[in-house]
């Protein structure tokens, strides 16, 4: 198994930055990629952004490209997820998650989810 824990979520002006970090621990190496998903109250869990470990491609929604960065440190096998200009429409719950694909998008293709990480952002 894998345990994903999140941290750095609060609360931002908009237009404000926040880097969220996702730490990993437990069987990483059966892991491809990494990938961030949000969930606003009463919608569904969307695709943010993902990084694969080798080579740290990256892949992202349209609504948050030239925003967000992905990034990762194989060391601590930690992924970050750093977000400038940000918008009210970005609130929501942050997750990670691992999947064994190369460029996964969809919630299904994910295997293990962190808890979770509050972004709120005020106008």
């Known amino acids: 198994q894998v345990q994903l824990v999140e941290s750095g979520g609060g609360l931002v002006q908009a237009e404000g930055s926040l880097r969220l970090s996702c730490a990993a621990s437990?069987?990483?190496?059966?892991?491809?990629?990494m990938g961030w998903f949000r969930q606003a109250p009463g919608k569904e869990r969307e695709f943010v952004g993902g990084?694969?470990?080798?080579?740290?491609?990256?892949w992202y929604a349209d609504s948050v490209k030239g925003r967000f960065t992905i990034s990762r440190d194989n060391a601590k096998a930690t992924v970050y997820l750093q977000m400038n200009s940000l918008k009210p429409e970005d609130t929501a719950v942050y997750y990670c998650a691992t999947s064994r694909l190369r460029a996964p998008t969809r919630r299904m293709e994910y295997d293990y989810w962190g808890q979770g990480t509050q972004v709120t952002v005020s106008s």
């Open positions: 437990g069987r990483t190496f059966s892991t491809y990629a």
């Open positions: 990084i694969t470990w080798s080579s740290g491609s990256t």
